[in-house]
């Protein structure tokens, strides 16, 4: 988790995304692993699984659910936040960037997630009751995940934040590598910024250099001469 915050730090540079991505994670993992104990041991609503009775959980299960749901749930937050950060940073306010980043990848995690659900969950149709808890503890902490962590909670939290939610502290700023995973530099480079001819250049590029160049006329005038040119 240590790893997936770092370069989520580095992807996005923000503080605010990656921590909350992590702590969205074990949100849902606390939400499955409650669903499963609820249900197989607590026997509530047992009878719509099938499940005859109660009993133990496997031993190996919460490790399956922890390994399920971290790789889907960051891959959840990769496709909502890219968009996000994408709009704000082609100057955007933070609030409309929200918007318009969860308008076109809402429906994206909606599908993916109804997807693994639908996957899973024909798990719980076995008569096994091992097989049932595999099957009924990833597609609740999935269906947690994508509809009420990623799809709910974070837009709320990134719309309570505003532009701190997309605050780097000066120094990581300075340290950490710029990834252009948007392509806004290659934008700004494209609208207006350096390019041969225009005469214009980003903040940061060097300045031109002067290049000397021949003075074709400088033969008529009895001798050779070299002039400026930018």
């Not at 509530?44 to 009775?53: Q, T």
């Not at 968009?83 to 990848?105: D, N, Q």
């Not at 808890?133 to 509809?147: C, E, Q, S, T």
Request: hydrophobic letters at 55%; aromatic letters at 8%; charged letters at 15%.
């Amino acid at each position: 988790m240590g790893l997936a915050i770092l370069l989520s730090t580095v992807v996005f540079r923000s503080i605010v995304v990656p921590v909350k991505a992590a702590l969205g994670f074990l949100l849902s993992v606390v939400g499955a692993l409650g669903a499963v104990v609820a249900v197989f041991q607590w026997g509530w609503l047992s009878g719509l699984v099938g499940l005859d009775g109660t009993g133990p959980i496997v031993s190996f299960l919460p490790i399956l659910v922890i390994g399920i749901l971290f790789g889907l749930a960051m891959d959840y937050e990769v496709f909502l936040v890219s968009r996000m950060r994408e709009e704000y940073t082609r100057g955007r306010p933070a609030r409309e960037a929200l918007r318009v980043g969860y308008a076109h990848s809402a429906k994206v995690v909606a599908a993916a997630a109804l997807i693994v659900v639908s996957v899973f969950g024909s798990f719980v149709l076995s008569e096994n009751a091992v097989v049932k808890g595999m099957g009924f503890a990833p597609a609740i902490g999935v269906l947690f995940d994508a509809f009420v962590v990623r799809m709910t909670l974070v837009p709320a939290v990134m719309a309570i934040l505003d532009h701190r939610a997309w605050w780097l502290p000066g120094l990581l700023h300075r340290c950490l590598s710029h990834i252009d995973l948007e392509g806004e530099r290659l934008a700004r480079h494209l609208d207006g910024g350096f390019a041969p001819g225009n005469g214009t250049r980003e903040p940061g590029d060097a300045a031109p250099k002067s290049v000397l160049v021949e003075d074709p006329h400088a033969g008529a005038r009895g001798g050779r001469g070299m002039r400026g040119g930018g």
